[in-house]
Structure formats: C-alpha cells, structure tokens
C-alpha cells in the first residue's frame, strides 16, 4: 500500500479507539486531527502473532503519551484496531527504579516456545492478577522482576502487593494474549478505583518465568458514548470484544 489508508479494508474495517468513529472515514478524520499537532510517534517494539500485528509506542501529540496499538489484518489489509493510550508518568520519566515506560529489553527471542508462554502468561493473569493465588506467583515470576509501571520498583513481591493490597485496582477478566516467542500482551478488563478500565500489560520470559513487565490503563467508555456500541450491542472499546 502507498499510505496507511490504502491498508485499511474499505468496507469490513472496524475501530475500537473511543476517540474515533468505526469506519475508514473515522480514521482518516483522526489523522486530520492529529496532523495539526506536528506529531512524533516512535515503534519501540512490534510482534506479530498469527493475524495480528501489536506495537508498544511512545507517542507526542502535543502531549507525551504510551500506548499499545494491536490490528487484525485478513490478506493485505487491516480490518480492525484497537488501542490502550495513557499520559507518559511520571514527569521524572523514571518509576522507582530507575527505569521508564518503555525502556528494556527489546528483542524477540525462543520463537520455538510461543505456545508454552501464551499458557503461562494466561495462567499468571487468572490465577494471579485475578484469582489471588500468591503461591503461583513465586512460580511464574522471577523474584528480580524488572519493573516498568511508573509507579512501581522492581521485584516480585512489590507486583504482588499491587495484585493482592491495592484494593483499587481490580483484574476481572483476560480477554486475549497476545504472543510472540518470549514477549506476551495481556489485554484484561476490571475496575480502577470506580472507574471500568482496560488493562494492557506487556510481559516478557526467561526460562519459564516472567522476568520484566510494562504496562498501560485506559478508561473504559460507558454505553451510549462514542466508544461503544457496534453490532449485536458489542462493547467497541479499548480490547473488550475480540473477532
């Protein structure tokens, strides 16, 4: 294709951005839009797995922002897109230790084990994120986790404590994981503090366990707004419904 709109499918494409309308001409206005804000938008690490392609951005639209984009594509053309954005934090650019939003390992390694961290990963969110269970934990988290939440240090226990004491944060679905060899993202649904919220969380293996995480929040827009409806009243938003 000769530019992004000639990769969008003209007639089955569909938008999950709660800033956008679900169809290509939404898309062209939010390019419109964003144009007008000299826009700096960096890749810091793209998989694939199967039929989609998903993206860990860094992103200066007049404000800096992170984010995860994923698209489904059917032959050469994208056909549907989703998206969890959040203000780059903290201003100091580092979280407790030391590190930033997006910083760390980047390459994909142990294509040959894909499978075997989509399980992990799977059973990490369910039984830990949200069932918990602090024994498995310790089983599928390196004590020396390298932590990328802006608020968070490293460690184990620390993730832990955020899972299990912050009584704001609250994991109540997985919806897909998403995998190339040693890197998952993990797209749940829960609340954060009253509000419905999308969870991103990007994680990466080492033998067997989770050695460094991301991850991004994005409110999840009510019924009846922008952000919601689509067919069968699917909720179209931020990675709640998948194809």
């Not at 294709?1 to 309308?21: L, W």
């Not at 024994?135 to 832990?160: F, T, V, Y």
């Not at 060899?181 to 293996?205: I, K, M, P, W």
Request: contains cysteine.
């Amino acid at each position: 294709p000769d530019s992004i709109e000639d990769a969008i499918h003209p007639d089955r494409y569909i938008q999950h951005n709660p800033q956008t309308n679900t169809d290509k001409q939404g898309l062209k206005d939010l390019f419109a839009r964003i144009s007008k804000t000299n826009p700096h938008v960096n890749f810091v690490r793209s998989f694939f797995d199967g039929d989609y392609v998903f993206l860990h951005t860094e992103y200066d639209f007049a404000t800096r922002r992170i984010g995860f984009e994923v698209f489904r594509f059917e032959e050469l053309f994208t056909v549907e897109h989703w998206d969890n954005i959040m203000p780059r934090q903290p201003e100091t650019d580092k979280n407790p230790s030391g590190r930033s939003m997006v910083d760390g390992a980047t390459q994909v390694k142990d294509l040959d084990k894909t499978e075997i961290h989509r399980e992990l990963a799977k059973t990490f969110f369910t039984t830990v994120a949200i069932g918990n269970d602090r024994e498995k934990l310790a089983k599928l988290c390196s004590e020396n986790l390298m932590q990328h939440n802006p608020h968070l240090a490293d460690g184990r226990n620390i993730w832990l404590d955020y899972f299990l004491l912050n009584g704001n944060t609250k994991y109540k679905t997985l919806h897909r994981v998403l995998t190339q060899g040693n890197f998952c993202l993990c797209v749940s649904e829960g609340q954060l503090g009253d509000d419905h919220t999308a969870f991103y969380d990007l994680v990466r293996f080492e033998e067997g366990k989770i050695v460094e995480h991301w991850d991004t929040v994005e409110h999840v827009a009510p019924r009846g707004t922008l952000g919601y409806g689509g067919a069968c009243g699917a909720k179209r938003n931020i990675g709640i419904r998948w194809s």
